[in-house]
């Protein structure tokens, strides 16, 4: 009796968890579905698990969305591929719920078994819970029927394609908007699965209705299927079906529809394919840059660089720049943030003529933008314009307006150009840092933003790896040994990190004679912060001075630390102590 009570606990205990009241240990039940499925067997869970699962549809949504995950990888506890259609019963119950997160959750299931089933599996079970979902009462079950018919489809007799066919045609022109609205969204996935003949004769119809539904949200979702339809069809027929209905689109009534055209007009413009075609798409873009909507002009100026790839450069001179030079002084700020952050990949599709002539002015006045983002976004792609005016053009037209920007108000703005000046000085060389930026280069190490100093630390490690030791010996070292013992503690700290980050690509002999003997005077700073950080430096000079400096002086100014009233700086100091033992014991 007792090993029967054993066999019969595992269901027994899964019914009274997921029937109790707390919906915490129904939730830790449903968890453990797949460990209970594995204590009954793949007979039991077929015969008893599963069935009960499928009653036991009208629970919390949180346990049913564990429930329709978990059943998506089950086909194991069943017994195999050979037993998966069991699963479909639950998961069809969870299609029909309320609640759209477990819908989809059960969707995706449905989609994962449906992939591994055999074939007459799916034409005697899946198939059947297919069309029992798109006939369904309630929408929820159409809706959710909308995401399977590309997996139903690929497998089914030719009977059986053309009533699913017909039932898809069906379900685009439901009584319920919701239900179009998932016809619309995965009729580009049913398409995929469908011969070419059929596309002309029975998609297309389908599609044409979308495109002129009374509710915007069907139509904007029937924007997507534009790009992923057009890819399916041959040119020719691209250009004769889709692209009216791009053209229509681009003057929609509803603002957001407009927004998905210039969302997806590089994509829909790549689909259609020849030149002469992409011709006529002009228009239509020009119409968007200069919507009325905010929102439509933000989504089209994010777009121009990659739509103009698709052009000659001679369309994009005649007819998209002068709506580039609108929109850089655009009233939307979003507006020209979005210009601004692309803008700059223009330069290399006009060649350096036209961008001298026309882009650069356009650089300029976004540089000089009253918003910061425009400002960050044009500097942060700098570098796409030098490799097309070259170097001498870029400083004369575009360095005064980041010297400029160096002193920003806008931290963020600093902290950008400190980014971008490594890079600025290997295109520009040695010559590009006159006394300007060099002093620029020291004064942000005393910012009042600590992000900007500890970037500005960085910028001078990487400056003297770029321009050498000398340069930096000439250029940093001797600024940086000036402001060592600034009044504000702070910076004092800020150049300690400076000088440990210098140091590596300075060598032993500068880190030696100049950097070691400013660190060892600064270990008598009245600052506890200062000395631990003097500990810290003192550590990372070990492998870059030799053996005897290490012993002589740094060793001493260590124990020195150890003794230190604060117990933070005790402790930094007795960690680089024990750093150079173990640098000992690894040399000798």
């Known amino acids: 009796m007792a090993t029967m009570s054993e066999h019969l606990y595992p269901i027994v205990a899964l019914i009274d968890e997921l029937k109790n009241e707390d919906i915490q240990q129904r939730l830790n039940s449903i968890r453990r579905i797949s460990t209970i499925a594995r204590a009954l067997g793949e007979e039991r869970t077929r015969k008893e698990l599963i069935p009960f699962l499928s009653e036991n549809s009208d629970d919390d949504d949180e346990v049913l969305l564990v429930m329709a995950d978990e059943l998506g990888s089950f086909i194991p506890y069943v017994g195999g591929v050979?037993?998966?259609?069991?699963?479909?019963?639950?998961?069809?119950?969870?299609?029909?719920?309320?609640?759209?997160?477990?819908?989809?959750?059960?969707?995706?299931?449905?989609?994962?078994?449906?992939?591994?089933?055999?074939?007459?599996?799916?034409?005697?079970?899946?198939?059947?819970?297919?069309?029992?979902?798109?006939?369904?009462?309630?929408f929820t079950a159409r809706v959710s029927s909308c995401a399977l018919f590309h997996i139903a489809y690929r497998s089914a007799p030719e009977n059986l394609k053309h009533e699913l066919r017909t039932i898809y045609g069906q379900v685009c022109q439901d009584d319920m908007p919701m239900v179009r609205r998932a016809a619309a969204t995965n009729l580009g996935k049913f398409a995929s699965t469908i011969e070419p003949p059929h596309l002309k004769t029975d998609i297309m119809p389908m599609f044409e209705d979308l495109t002129h539904d009374d509710q915007d949200s069907v139509r904007l979702l029937a924007v997507e299927g534009c790009a992923s339809l057009g890819k399916l069809l041959e040119p020719q027929d691209c250009a004769s079906q889709i692209l009216p209905i791009i053209i229509g689109f681009s003057q929609d009534k509803s603002w957001r529809v407009r927004y998905m055209v210039a969302n997806q007009l590089y994509e829909l413009c790549e689909a259609v394919g020849q030149e002469a075609t992409r011709m006529d798409l002009v228009p239509a873009y020009v119409r968007l840059l200069r919507d009325n909507e905010a929102e439509v002009r933000i989504a089209s100026a994010g777009n121009v660089t990659k739509f103009c790839q698709l052009l000659n450069p001679e369309l994009t001179v005649q007819h998209i720049l002068p709506c580039v030079k609108d929109l850089s002084s655009d009233s939307s700020q979003h507006v020209r943030s979005a210009l601004a952050s692309v803008i700059m990949g223009m330069?290399?599709?006009?060649?350096?003529?036209?961008?001298?002539?026309?882009?650069?002015?356009?650089?300029?006045?976004?540089?000089?933008?009253?918003?910061?983002?425009?400002?960050?976004?044009?500097?942060?792609?700098?570098?796409?314009?030098?490799?097309?005016?070259?170097?001498?053009?870029?400083?004369?037209?575009?360095l005064p307006a980041i010297v400029e920007l160096a002193e920003d108000r806008h931290w963020r703005v600093r902290l950008a150009i400190i980014e971008y000046i490594p890079l600025l000085a290997s295109q520009l060389g040695v010559g590009f840092f006159d006394d300007k930026l060099g002093a620029l280069c020291m004064q942000w190490l005393k910012d009042k933003v600590y992000s900007i100093r500890e970037a500005a630390a960085n910028n001078v490690k990487r400056l003297a790896e770029?321009?050498?030791?000398?340069?930096?010996?000439?250029?940093?070292?001797?600024?940086?040994?000036?402001?060592?013992?600034?009044?504000?503690?702070?910076?004092?700290?800020?150049?300690?990190?400076?000088?440990?980050?210098?140091?590596?690509?300075?060598?032993?002999?500068?880190?030696?004679?100049?950097?070691?003997?400013?660190?060892?005077n600064a270990s008598k700073d009245r600052v506890?912060?200062?000395?631990?950080?003097?500990?810290?430096?003192?550590?990372?000079?070990?492998?870059?001075?030799?053996?005897?400096?290490?012993?002589?002086?740094?060793?001493?100014?260590?124990?020195?630390?150890?003794e230190d009233p604060d117990v933070d700086v005790r402790y930094f100091a007795n960690q680089a102590l024990r750093a150079i033992d173990q640098n000992v014991m690894m040399s000798s």
Not at 495 to 508: F, H, Q, T, W
Request: with cysteine; proline share 6%.
């Open 82 to 138: 050979d037993h998966a259609s069991v699963l479909l019963a639950p998961l069809e119950g969870l299609c029909t719920v309320e609640e759209s997160s477990v819908r989809e959750k059960a969707v995706g299931s449905l989609c994962r078994i449906g992939t591994q089933m055999r074939e007459s599996d799916l034409v005697e079970s899946f198939i059947p819970t297919v069309k029992r979902l798109a006939a369904g009462e309630w």
């Open 347 to 398: 330069a290399p599709i006009l060649g350096r003529d036209a961008t001298i002539e026309q882009l650069l002015p356009i650089f300029l006045s976004l540089l000089k933008d009253e918003f910061p983002d425009v400002r960050l976004n044009i500097i942060s792609k700098l570098d796409q314009v030098n490799q097309v005016i070259g170097i001498d053009l870029l400083s004369q037209s575009l």
């Open 466 to 520: 770029e321009f050498g030791p000398e340069w930096a010996m000439q250029h940093i070292v001797s600024q940086v040994l000036e402001m060592v013992n600034d009044p504000h503690y702070l910076y004092r700290m800020t150049i300690l990190n400076a000088i440990k980050l210098v140091a590596p690509a300075m060598g032993s002999e500068i880190t030696c004679s100049k950097l070691l003997p400013l660190i060892v």
């Open 528 to 562: 506890p912060n200062i000395k631990f950080n003097v500990a810290k430096v003192l550590q990372s000079f070990i492998p870059i001075v030799d053996a005897m400096v290490v012993d002589n002086t740094i060793r001493p100014c260590l124990v020195e630390l150890t």
